[in-house]
């Protein structure tokens, strides 16, 4: 601590208070890549190369989360300090991804805050509050997990489900859009895209018996240009029996086709929100993304069939919204099991040895699974990294043990790459549970799982950190840790992974074979994913230190920027 006493007497520590206008000049005096402040379509296309910014919530159109800069590496990075600590309003768990626009960073904290910081200080620029509506129905906790920085723009989800823009040189709120109602269950929790003059946002509230869907706003008036509804009016499907590795649902198909005759088609309270950015490929002009649980969570009986879109990687239209592909990994999905973790475009091995474009998918199941971009079809599926027992036993009214928990496997963390090592890094939980169906009618905004997962008390719960060969689906390397892991992970040119733990431990890891090299106490959960950025020629790491609601880690309020000490 030593260490933040002597930076915060130097004044490179920013608290509640903060000169906007000296942090301005600072940010306009050390811009060395040209005026940046205008983030354009072209710096967005490019983000994958760009060692200066970090523009994209996971780095770039194909979320790959690997930085290319290698000042900060596997010789040097035990030398890794605070470089400084910004304290926002909130304490409360945060999931932010820091977005960095040539030395301004936007970062924000729970129930929808946002604040602009100058990177290499942690000064204080600006700071935005939503005015929240009357009514905010979530899931999980008030979370948010980031903006989008476009044009002169920045774009933000929020908890009572509008979309807002704002200016990126003051936070003052340029306009905002209604996205859905609140009233229903509908949330904003996921940090939006911006491709060209659209904003791409999905929405929470599978829990509450919605209707999803990913929708693309007009960036300058916030217009609604297209929708795709992530359950089709006829959500029944094949009747799948098998999930995707091959294993019987253990399903009685019979009952649900004399429910579905009964009852009729669930699409309109099927839930399928979308919890995380899609990939982008302007090559093909596709969008990629995961589709969440259907509701009720646990009770199947009150939507017979297969649940389409639910628990699927789906691809759409880029320009229309309109269907292209989809893969389920899960069919009818009782055990809230769902597709969470955002999809990474990149060259795979398929069957037969040659390279194509592949799209990877951390499931809660444990395994990590890589798709033909082309059609969506599944290549292989990685080897189990949590434990899989009594898949797929259905949930009962006295409870039912099958693993993994309803949490995952992998949570709505997103995983990273190193495309030259062809290793995908993923975080895990394990978390044992039983699985209680309770079948209670639709009740209109209201919490609506159809039963209760309970954690197992008496059971051990940890995590892991997982290097998978997506090339052949084996577990190049695995690192057990204290507590199960949400949050997020980051690899970068200069070998390492980064990733957090609910303990307050943020740990970097030789991305080759696993080995910890450096560790740093935050004295809160690091349950966000990390960023990296460069400013007048200095590397940094930076990350949120807020602990999470969903597994109750430790509160706080830090945004932790770290680089070399001398």
């Known amino acids: 601590m030593k260490m933040i ?24 005096s050390s811009t060395l890549y040209g005026d940046m402040q205008y983030v354009t379509q072209d710096m967005l296309t490019r983000a994958d190369g760009d060692g200066n910014n970090f523009l994209h919530t996971n780095h770039n159109y194909a979320q790959t989360r690997y930085y290319p800069a290698s000042q900060i590496n596997t010789s040097n990075v035990g030398k890794l300090r605070p470089a400084w600590i910004f304290q926002t ?13 040539n030395g301004v960073m936007y970062v924000t904290t729970a129930f929808n805050h946002v604040y602009a910081l100058n990177a290499r200080t942690g000064e204080q620029i600006w700071h935005h509050k939503h005015s929240m509506g009357p009514v905010t129905t979530y899931c999980c906790g008030p979370n948010n997990r980031g903006v989008a920085v476009a044009g002169g723009k920045v774009f933000m989800g929020t908890l009572d489900a509008k979309l807002v823009a704002l200016d990126a040189k003051t936070g003052k709120q340029l306009w905002e859009t209604q996205i859905a109602e609140p009233e229903l269950g509908y949330s904003e929790t996921m940090a939006p895209s911006v491709v060209e003059d659209m904003v ?13 869907f990913v929708k693309a706003f007009d960036t300058e008036t916030g217009e609604l240009k297209w929708t795709f509804h992530t359950t089709p009016e006829n959500s029944v499907g094949v009747w799948e029996t098998h999930d995707a590795t091959g294993r019987d649902m253990l399903r009685d198909i019979e009952a649900e086709k004399a429910a579905l005759a009964e009852l009729g088609d669930p699409y309109e309270t099927l839930g399928g929100g979308v919890w995380q950015n899609p990939a982008v490929d302007l090559e093909t002009r596709r ?7 259907p509701s009720p969570d646990l009770d199947g009986s009150l939507r017979p069939g297969d649940n389409l879109y639910t628990d699927s990687l789906v691809a759409v239209d880029l320009d229309t919204g309109e269907y292209v592909c989809h893969f389920q990994y899960i069919a009818h999905d009782v055990w809230d099991l769902d597709a969470v973790s955002p999809p990474i475009i990149t060259m795979v091995k398929d069957e037969n040895g040659n390279d194509v474009k592949g799209i990877l998918h951390g499931g809660k199941t444990g395994h990590v699974y890589v798709h033909d971009a082309d059609d969506c079809s599944l290549i292989r599926f990685s080897e189990a990294m949590v434990p899989q027992e009594n898949m797929w036993v259905l949930p009962t009214a006295d409870g039912a043990r099958m693993l993994p928990g309803a949490n995952g496997g992998v949570e709505w963390s997103p995983m990273a790459i190193d495309p030259n090592l062809r290793l995908s890094y993923v975080i895990n939980l394990h978390q044992p549970m039983t699985y209680h169906v309770e079948s209670t009618p639709y009740p209109e905004g209201k919490l609506w799982l159809g039963g209760a997962f309970k954690v197992i008390p008496e059971e051990e719960q940890w995590g892991n950190v997982s290097a998978v060969d997506y090339d052949t689906g084996q577990i190049r390397w695995k690192v057990r840790t204290e507590q199960p892991m949400i949050g997020g992970i980051l690899a970068t040119a200069g070998g390492l992974v980064f990733t957090g733990e609910g303990n307050g431990l943020f740990k970097a890891y030789n991305s080759e074979n696993g080995s910890e090299l450096w560790r740093f106490q935050a004295g809160a959960g690091v349950n966000a994913p990390p960023s990296s950025y460069t400013v ?28 070399l000490s001398d």
Request: glycine share 14%; proline share 1%; net charge negative.
């Open 287 to 293: 969008v990629y993304f995961v589709v969440g649980n």
């Open 200 to 212: 791409l946002i999905g929405t929470n509230g599978g829990e509450y018996g919605i209707r999803g």
């Open 536 to 563: 007048e020629g200095t590397q940094y790491i930076v990350v949120a230190a807020g602990g999470n609601a969903q597994l109750n880690y430790k509160r706080g309020n830090n945004i932790i920027a770290f680089t």
């Open 89 to 101: 309003e909130v304490v409360d768990t945060m999931e932010t991804s820091p977005i960095v626009v």
């Open 5 to 28: 006493k002597t930076l915060l007497a130097a004044g490179m520590v920013a608290g509640a208070v903060a000169n906007s206008a000296t942090a301005q000049e600072e940010t306009t």
